[in-house]
Every structure is written in C-alpha cells, then in structure tokens.
T-cell receptor, first 115, second 113 residues
C-alpha cells in the first residue's frame, strides 16, 4: 500500500494570494493526480502530474491557475494561484502504482478556505 | 464520456437497518468500479472495488457486485452501525493506462441509534 501525506492539511487564505500544496508518497508510484472537492460536491479531477514534464489538465482547468510540479516519483505540488472565494475546496492528491494491483490511494486532503 | 450516477441523498436509517446505495455508470470499454467513503472531517478512503464483470467487492460488511448487464455497482450492507455515518462515493476508472477516477455525486448516510 501507499501512504500519501499532504501539507498543509488546512489553511485560511486571503483573496488574491497563492498557496502551494505538497504531496508526498511513501513509495514510488507511477501516476499522481490532483482532485478538487468543492463544498458539498463530488470530486473533480484537475490534472495528472507527470514526472519531469508539464501536467495534463482536464477541461476547465488551466496551468496558469493551477501550476503543478512533479520532480520525482514520490512528490508533487499543486499551486492555487490568485485565489478567490470560489477556490475554497478540499484539494486531494491521489496516486497509483501498478504493483499495488491498480489500487488508487488518496491523501487526506488540504482544506482551503479563501476569505 | 464516462459518468457515474448515484442515488440522491441524504439517506437516514436506524441502526441495524439494511442499506442499499444505488450506483449506475456509463463507460466505454471495461472500467474498474470503486466505492470510497469519507468520514466526517477525514479524507477519502477506499471501501471496496471490483475490476471485472460479476466480481464482488467486500469490506467491513459492505458488498457491491459489478453488474455489466445493468451497468450497476450498488453498495449494500446487511446491518448498519452508527459508525457507518459518512459520505459514500461511487467511482470508475478507465484502465486504458490513465487510472483517472470519475466520481458520482456522493451520498450522505446518517445512521441513528
């Protein structure tokens, strides 16, 4: 199994600022993803974090707003840029490894409130 | 594209009642199907999964069977407990190399003692 740690776990952010969320996995994984869960809503995929190259974004999400890095097989960051109250959400990191029987693991999420 | 539809909540039951949360999906190919649970104030946890038709996933007394003919993956538990109160998400993944998940809207379950 893989254990995924996210930092920060919670934060209150000022409108117009940016925040970077870190995701650390305790073992090498093949795929890493970032999801958003807006209040009372389901999870929506933001992007696939690709090691050493630009992330692959889903429709409705752009790199300027959500820059993502993945410098190695176990670490990724998501930045939420120029935040507005609409960005108040839980941001979740996800990872999967072929060696884990295709199990998809999630971090505990980073709960952001923008004021 | 792929999609997942769950029964609308919230669902409120008494302890020891039988639980069913319906989930149907639309997908091309042969997706894997999952149920995730989110307890109050916690992150998302995998509850159970099934990777091919007629597979039954089970965990903690919960079960779900992958029904290709009805494109369904209903979650069931014979006797619920107060500790089962949570939000339950049905999801599918396209195994064509992507491992991305598509989630249903979630069903909030409350169990009363």
């Amino acid at each position: 199994s893989a254990v995924i740690s996210q930092k920060p776990s919670r934060d209150i952010c000022q409108r117009g600022t940016s925040l970077t969320i870190q995701c650390q996995v305790d073992s090498q994984v093949t795929m890493m993803f970032w999801y958003r869960q807006q209040p009372g809503q389901s999870l929506t995929l933001i992007a696939t974090a690709n090691q050493g190259s630009e992330a692959t974004y889903e429709s409705g999400f752009v790199i300027d707003k959500f820059p993502i890095s993945r410098p190695n097989l176990t670490f990724s960051t998501l930045t939420v840029s120029n935040m507005s109250p609409e960005d108040s959400s839980i941001y979740l990191c996800s990872a999967t490894s072929w060696g884990s029987g295709n199990t998809i693991y999630f971090g505990e999420g980073s709960w952001l409130t923008v004021v | 594209g792929n999609s997942v539809t769950q029964m609308e909540g919230p669902v409120t039951l008494s302890e020891e009642a039988f639980l069913t949360i319906n989930c149907t999906y639309t997908a091309t190919g042969y997706p894997s199907l999952f149920w995730y649970v989110q307890y109050p104030g916690e992150g998302l946890q995998l509850l159970l999964k099934a990777t091919k038709a007629d597979d039954k996933g089970s965990n903690k007394g919960f079960e779900a069977t992958y029904r290709k003919e009805t494109t369904s993956f209903h979650l069931e538990k014979g006797s619920v407990q107060v500790s089962d109160s949570a939000v339950y998400f049905c999801a599918l993944s396209d195994l064509q190399g992507a491992q991305k998940l598509v989630f249903g809207q979630g069903t909030r379950l409350t169990i009363n003692p």
